[in-house]
């Protein structure tokens, strides 16, 4: 491997499938300002993920609907405070 070309913050993170509630423990060195107590009783990093291979038609065999303008909704109104200036 190359020198000085990875990333050296690895750390262990919790990624949650917020369709589902499907959640994961694996090492990651993606930011986040949330935290999650585990089932080993740890406090790590969370993630949230809107689709994993829990929830993806793909890999379920199953095709779901996505509320996907519910989503959208959702978004506008969270940042429409910022937006405001």
């Known amino acids: 491997m190359k020198a000085g070309i990875h990333p050296e913050n690895y750390r262990l993170v919790v990624f949650k ?31 949230k993920l809107e689709i994993s291979h829990k929830s993806h038609p793909f890999f379920t065999g199953k095709q779901t609907l996505v509320d996907t303008a519910g989503r959208i909704d959702k978004f506008k109104n969270r940042y429409v405070s910022r937006n405001k200036g």
């Open 17 to 47: 499938d917020m369709s589902n509630e499907y959640s994961f423990l694996t090492n990651s060195c993606a930011p986040s300002a949330d935290t999650i107590k585990w089932e080993d009783g740890n406090e790590y990093p969370l993630i």
